[in-house]
């Protein structure tokens, strides 16, 4: 196996002493649902690469449109009023599959670097409607929203105190995490209304007149694959109303079908100002971030920017047409060729194989919907409370579940998995059989 210092690889997000010593492991290709590393192991990736390779790792409609992209136009920008056609499509598309009946959409290449441009736009709206101190954005405590500077302020890990985030103008707020905030004898209703009079203590203590936007992902993915406690958007949303706050929905895992309907948004009853996409909107064939805007706000938007004479923002590969003509076939694929249809198929089956895992005396909870799920690992079952060196333990229980042929990621505590939306009933026994043996074998 390589070394890790075998290679000038710098690597992010990578517990470096387990890296150390068990070297990384390298993907060669894929087929289905499956990689294969470069001895030709083969592995069920119950991740699906990194939430995004809904379609599988070999989709010949993706790779052939990819291939006639590059053949036709191989690439350009979007900035000056000079862009692709198929830019132009896909935002068209975009809007057409948004919740919003009209909007705009721009485009860039991450999920984070979207989140900084909504940032920019909020911030660069209210100043010149002459409240530049309406700067604040609200977000909760296990969000996360990338990594860039405005994104790392939002997301709101303890890992970011190394960099000195939360930036100025960055506010946490709690994570309707029940199971694990829930107070002795507080009933998940109470819960949800405890989380919603903070919020609106919170909004009165900052005052209203300096929140620029509340950001939240439908269901928290990267803090632990956390679903809203019971009514949470319910009752939120009407304080955000009140206090005229826009709603930024982070749809960046939640968006095209992991929820079990094309919106997180949809499946929570919520009704964002803007919507933040990236990941399946490629299904992970190209790097690709978008910003959708509703159209009342995405007026006022271009308004102001035309005073300004532009929105002087914008990435060079930002709406690049491969990435665009990708995108517009996945979402094809989604919505037309049947992936979103087998996600609502397939779901119930995998909580249903998801919930054996609540038997074990280690595992503390087990939650998700549609196909996204989290198994919480704990010391003790009773008092929740959770092994020494969290981190460890999610890391010891990966690397076990990988040498059984299953990639799934720890996250902390937990174990994520989420598969990719043409995972078959047979291929969800596949990996629940294997990760019965792994956590079997890391509990003896
Ligand atoms: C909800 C959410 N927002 C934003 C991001 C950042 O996206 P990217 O890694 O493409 O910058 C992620 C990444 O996982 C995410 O899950």
């Known amino acids: 196996m390589l070394k890790s210092n075998s290679s000038h690889h710098l690597y992010g997000f990578t517990d470096l002493k387990s890296l150390n010593e068990r070297g990384p492991l390298v993907i060669s ?25 809904c379609a599988g790792f070999d989709h010949p409609g993706l790779i052939e449109v990819a291939k006639k992209q590059y053949e036709k136009f191989a690439g350009y920008h979007s900035l000056f009023g000079r862009l692709s056609e198929e830019t132009l499509t896909l935002s068209d598309k975009i809007i057409e599959v948004s919740p919003f009946d009209e909007g705009r959409v721009f485009l860039c290449n991450s999920g984070s670097e979207a989140n900084d441009t ?35 302020s939002l997301t709101a890990k303890p890992y970011n105190e190394v960099f000195g985030f939360p930036l100025k103008d960055f506010i946490h707020t709690d994570c309707p995490h029940f199971w ?11 819960f949800t209304k405890r989380m919603a009079d903070n919020l609106e203590t919170l909004i009165l203590k900052e005052d209203p007149n300096t929140i620029a936007g509340f950001i939240a992902e439908p269901v928290q993915g990267a803090g632990g694959v956390i679903p809203p406690s019971k009514n949470y958007f319910d009752l939120i949303q009407p304080i955000l109303r009140k206090y005229k706050i826009p709603l930024i929905a982070d749809e960046v895992i939640c968006g095209f079908g992991r929820t079990g309907n094309l919106w997180g948004c949809e499946t929570y009853n919520i009704n964002p100002d803007i919507i933040i996409a990236s990941k399946c909107l490629t299904a992970g064939f190209f790097p690709m971030g978008a910003v959708i805007v509703k159209k009342e706000l995405a007026d006022e938007f271009q308004d102001i920017s035309e005073k300004e004479e532009e929105f002087p923002h914008g990435f060079t590969a930002g709406g690049h047409p491969v990435g665009c003509a990708i995108a517009l076939k996945a979402i094809d694929i989604i919505i037309n060729e049947g992936l979103l249809d087998n996600v609502k198929y397939v779901s119930p089956y995998f909580h249903e194989r998801l919930n054996e895992f609540n038997a074990y005396e280690h595992i503390g909870e087990t939650r998700g919907i549609g196909l996204m799920a989290a198994l919480e690992m704990v010391k003790d079952k009773k008092t929740k409370e959770p092994f020494e060196g969290n981190m460890n333990m999610g890391d010891k229980v990966a690397n076990m579940s990988i040498d059984n042929g299953l990639i799934c990621r720890p996250l902390g505590p937990a174990i994520v998995l989420c598969p990719q939306f043409i995972i078959t009933k047979n291929q969800i026994d596949e990996m629940f059989d294997s990760l019965h043996k792994t956590i079997k074998e890391a509990f003896v």
């Open 180 to 190: 694990k905030y829930g107070l002795e004898n507080e009933t998940e209703e109470n």
């Open 118 to 152: 909504m940032i920019k736009m909020l911030w660069m709206l209210n100043l010149r409607k002459g409240n530049p101190h309406k700067r604040k954005i609200i977000s909760r405590i296990n969000g996360y929203h990338g990594v860039t500077l405005g994104a790392s």
């Open 29 to 53: 290709s894929g087929k289905g649902i499956y990689v294969f590393d470069i001895h030709n192991k083969k592995y069920l990736d119950a991740n699906s690469g990194l939430w995004n390779a």
